[in-house]
């Protein structure tokens, strides 16, 4: 037996086969050990240290190897004969330099800080005309970099986050919305982080992703070695929260935005002597209204009357200090320079208020709705205080990065944007005209919010008729010419449909979760994942149809609700990739009034059956909020084990029936664990 090697990735595949073992993940080196013994122990790592201040909860994560989540380096435990040794071994000294001419290639490579925000509009920077609220560090890096002034991305956040990631409407992707799986994002899409990743760069995630939650839709999926953070659509709380570490969920102490930017500056340090891609999604000013103390302070004491837009305006600058303590840590490791820094929002404002006199905000398929701030800062290349007129959108973003990272001849899918280099670098002669397009909320031509885009032109469908607008000459959209320019209407109705028809050729069904992937040995079905039947009535109408959502539309961390009816019921549509056994464990609540349920769970030709014979009444974590919530509140659930499953691969669905309800309701039914065993 002789010493591992660490040998690249790319390079794994030449190892001849006399080379067995097994991969780890390795997390930090701390210190190089040896031992006299003939097996020698290459590394003892550590976690980083934001990682070593979460407490991790008692779900365990799935210890099986993955290639797929492989990082840059992967170990090799070698055992050898004489002569395969002395092959493999001047083999690999040969990767080795090839390795190490390829880090010293690589030193050009810029690294990349991508901020996106949550609902923060194009208003809420002080640059663009705000005297109410203080944002320094956004300012600073539009006045140092180049400003886009008209750059659009879709109303809503999950349907943003998917063309952002993939260069690619996110109709394309699978994503048409933010809930019951509508915001997953298929799992052949390329990503930046897969591309990144296989150029070289490290690839971390710090914040809100909402383009799937379990395997492989999650980050560690997608090309990111490193997340921290959560995949819905919004979270419960802010301060002290649990967070997803790769898969497990561990305890963090502070404001949220604090932690994201702990981790994500942690990654830097890791990682700033080779390139990196750090990827913050930081999840506000979305709702809920919870923000530190001597924010709130600060912006209650400017007599600003609605108390939403006073948090909105903390939450902005509570975001504008933590992007000012990254970019600290850049010029700390002498990195800023060769860092590109990127800063956008992912749609309009979620209230009303100030976004430059636009119409529309959050949801909306006019201006308002999807027009936000759109910096980037990249001394080494970009001339400062540059502003940028021609139209731009979030579709762009990769094959832009693409060309400054020097990624050539990659592989994805058909895109949709093109890169922005030619238009920061003052190449007008390289940037032709374009069209670009919107829609919301529906999956079939006539439905949704829809726009069509020119440099002078809005044509915008909100179920009410096409409408029309010059935004040249009436950028807040005073006058309505669908009357006076029909052609020109006519010629964008047109190009709409043509353009809907060829990006949703793929359709709209449901993506199934998968269940039994290596790398995750448990997956959680949430409420707001499941679908109702016989119908998805509003809380209003739950008497009439046996069944709901605890909230009115089963937003993210909704539960199912109102369960009074044997013939309704919740599913959830699944993808066994790996045959076997599989623990089934309800999360619910139920009072003791309501005990007796006899419940039935059905999936992939299998069923088991289990009474609800204990109550349990949920318990109702504390919410520090400072306007009253809309949001279901975060509470604690009780587990009942229904048994044992086993499994064949395929697609199916799992459904929960109620057989007997001798109470008002079956239960409240958060969420369905299957647990593959060993």
């Known amino acids: 037996m002789i010493s591992c090697f660490l040998l690249p990735r790319q390079y794994r595949f030449l190892a001849s086969a006399s080379i067995t073992g097994a991969w780890r993940l390795p997390t930090r080196p701390t210190s190089r050990t040896t031992s006299t013994s003939t097996t020698r122990q290459c590394f003892r790592w550590a976690l980083p240290r934001w990682q070593n201040q979460i407490k991790s909860k008692k779900r365990k994560p799935s210890s099986t190897p993955v290639k797929a989540e492989l990082p840059q380096l992967v170990f090799f435990h070698c055992k050898l004969n004489a002569v395969s040794f002395c092959r493999s071994f001047i083999s690999l000294l040969g990767l080795f330099a090839l390795s190490e001419c390829r880090s010293l290639g690589t030193q050009s490579q810029p690294n990349v800080v991508l901020v996106l925000t949550d609902d923060q509009g194009y208003g809420d920077v002080r640059s663009h005309g705000n ?292 238009l920061i670098e003052s190449k007008p002669s390289a940037w032709p005209s374009r069209t670009l397009f919107t829609v919301w909320g529906g999956t079939r031509l006539q439905d949704g919010r829809r726009a069509v885009r020119t440099d002078r032109w809005r044509a915008v469908n909100e179920k009410r008729g096409w409408e029309l607008y010059d935004m040249l000459n009436d950028p807040l959209q005073k006058q309505n010419l669908a009357q006076a320019k029909p052609d020109v209407l006519a010629r964008f109705s047109a190009a709409y449909g043509e353009w809907f028809s060829d990006a949703a050729s793929a359709g709209f069904n449901p993506i199934p979760i998968h269940v039994g992937h290596p790398a995750r040995h448990e997956v959680v079905l949430e409420g707001h994942y499941a679908y109702l039947h016989p119908t998805e009535g509003k809380r209003a109408d739950a008497k009439l149809h046996g069944i709901s959502y605890h909230g009115r539309s089963g937003w993210a961390n909704d539960w199912v609700d109102n369960w009074a009816s044997t013939k309704a019921h919740p599913y959830w549509h699944l993808n066994i990739v790996r045959s076997g056994d599989y623990q089934v464990v309800l999360k619910y609540a139920c009072a003791e009034a309501d005990t007796g349920s006899l419940l039935r769970v059905e999936v992939g030709g299998e069923s088991l059956e289990v009474e609800v014979d204990n109550p349990f009444l949920p318990v109702t974590i504390h919410s520090p909020d400072r306007i009253a919530r809309k949001e279901a509140q975060e509470r604690r659930w009780g587990s009942l084990h229904a048994g044992t499953v086993r499994l064949a691969k395929g697609k199916t669905q799992l459904r929960v029936r109620a057989l007997e309800i001798p109470g008002a309701e079956a239960l409240e039914l958060k969420a369905v664990h299957l647990i593959r065993q060993h």
């Open 131 to 422: 005297k109410l609220i203080d944002t320094p560090i956004h300012d600073r890096i539009a006045a140092e970099g180049v400003r886009f002034d008209r750059f659009f991305v879709s109303p809503v956040c999950a349907p943003t986050r998917a063309s952002l990631l993939t260069g690619r409407y996110h109709i394309r992707t699978g994503v048409h919305g933010v809930t019951r799986g509508h915001e997953i994002m298929r799992a052949d899409e390329v990503t930046i982080a897969e591309l990144l990743k296989g150029a070289g760069y490290a690839t971390g995630a710090f914040g809100k992703w909402h383009n799937g939650s379990q395997y492989p839709h999650h980050p560690n999926g997608q090309g990111f070695d490193e997340f921290l953070g959560f995949c819905a659509g919004h979270w419960n709380n802010y301060f002290d929260t649990s967070l997803d570490r790769n898969g497990t969920m561990v305890k963090s102490d502070g404001f949220i935005i604090d932690t994201l930017t702990d981790a994500a500056i942690e990654f830097i340090e890791l990682n700033h002597k080779r390139p990196f891609f750090c990827y913050i999604p930081y999840n506000t000013p979305h709702t809920p209204w919870q923000v530190p103390e001597r924010y709130w302070r600060k912006y209650q004491a400017k007599g600003i009357d609605d108390p939403a837009i006073a948090c909105a305006y903390a939450m902005c600058e509570n975001i504008d200090d933590n992007m000012g303590r990254v970019l600290a840590k850049l010029e700390e490791l002498k990195i800023a320079d060769d860092t590109i820094f990127i800063y956008l929002s992912d749609n309009g404002p979620n209230t009303d208020r100030y976004n430059a006199g636009m119409k529309g905000r959050k949801g909306s398929a006019h201006e308002g709705g999807g027009r936000v701030p759109f910096f980037v800062r990249y001394p080494r290349r970009i001339s400062p205080g540059k502003v940028i007129k021609p139209i731009a959108a979030h579709i762009d973003l990769l094959p832009t990065l693409m060309e400054y990272c020097g990624v050539r001849n990659y592989k994805t899918k058909p895109l949709d944007g093109r890169s922005l280099v030619p």
